[in-house]
């Protein structure tokens, strides 16, 4: 995985700082490096970060015909900048149909706080009959029941 919150101390005039890559540009032809923004920060002030889910496994509500749904692909961390990880590893494989992870349910490293909602499903195993749509709209709405179709007139 890319390590997109990496830190890096630069030799400026004798000063050391630490950096984070803000923002990196590259020719659109052969993907060479033009230019590199870096963002500067404290090691001992606390700061927000932006961490990928690795989801691990194989669901096994999957196996059973049930779908995947990811919610949230990453997750939104607040720490110290060397505390925070690279990933969050997130395993999927005891998730049955019906079934779903919460960012309450998330393994936190030590002095971690999760920004996002606790009850925001980061991944869930839907009925393959349950459309995609029927669950988000389950989910913006803090409701557990499908929300019902209408039919069209012919």
């Known amino acids: 995985m890319q390590r997109r919150n990496a830190i890096f101390s630069l030799d400026i005039d004798g000063a050391k700082r630490h950096v984070m890559v803000k923002e990196i540009q590259t020719k659109p032809v052969d ?3 033009l230019h590199v923004d870096f963002h500067e920060i404290k090691l001992d002030t606390p700061t927000t970060f932006e961490v990928p889910l690795k989801f691990n496994g194989k669901a096994k509500g999957v196996d059973l015909g049930g779908e995947l749904h990811i919610g949230l692909p ?3 961390l607040q720490g110290l ?3 925070i990880p690279d990933y969050i590893e997130v395993d999927i494989s005891a998730l049955n149909i019906g079934d779903q992870i919460t960012c309450s349910t998330l393994a936190m490293p030590a002095n971690i706080e999760i920004k996002n909602d606790k009850d925001a499903i980061c991944i869930a195993v839907i009925h393959a009959t349950v459309k995609a749509s029927d ?3 389950e989910e913006a709405e803090g409701e557990t029941a499908a929300q019902p179709e209408t ?3 012919e």
Request: charged share 35%; proline share 7%; hydrophobic share 35%.
């Open 74 to 76: 990453t997750v939104t």
């Open 151 to 153: 039919e069209k007139a």
């Open 135 to 137: 669950f988000e709209n």
């Open 31 to 33: 993907d060479s490096l």
């Open 81 to 83: 900048p060397l505390d």
